[in-house]
Nanobody, 127 residues
Framework: VQLQASGGGLVQPGGSLTLSCTAS????????IGWFRRAPGKQREAVAC????????YYSDHVAGRFTMSRSSDKNTMFLQLNSLKPEDTAVYYC?????????????????????WGQGTLVTVSS
């Protein structure tokens, strides 16, 4: 099984992008999904997650109010809507999967619970 993040690109500050996460097989709706990013020269950072059990969504302080996760109607594609983008949002964005009930909590994201990671998609915010 492979995850694939897509939708990255070059956008001006203040602009928007929509990232997608799909799986080569299986149903994403059965798992918790997280989004992470790694900026040049920095450590990986947890961005957002959505649990498939209790209706939990979590956003890091850096993106809360600007980024939004959602699912497709068939729940097999995850989206991350990026609004009001800033140059500091420039990074490779990854989606990852955790077993149901793991990884995504009201208090935050536990990255170690995510055991399947996709190839990332590059988001560049620049004028």
């Amino acid at each position: 099984v492979q995850l694939q993040a897509s939708g990255g690109g070059l956008v001006q500050p203040g602009g928007s992008l929509t990232l997608s996460c799909t799986a080569s097989e299986g149903e994403l709706r059965l798992y918790a999904i997280g989004w992470f990013r790694r900026a040049p020269g920095k450590q990986r950072e947890a961005v957002a997650c959505m649990s498939n059990t209790a209706p939990i969504q979590y956003y890091s302080d850096h993106v809360a109010g600007r980024f939004t996760m959602s699912r497709s109607s068939d729940k097999n594609t995850m989206f991350l809507q990026l609004n009001s983008l800033k140059p500091e949002d420039t990074a490779v964005y990854y989606c990852a999967r955790a077993d149901a009930g793991w990884g995504c909590y009201h208090s935050g994201i536990k990255a170690d619970d995510f055991d399947l990671w996709g190839q990332g998609t590059l988001v560049t915010v620049s004028s």
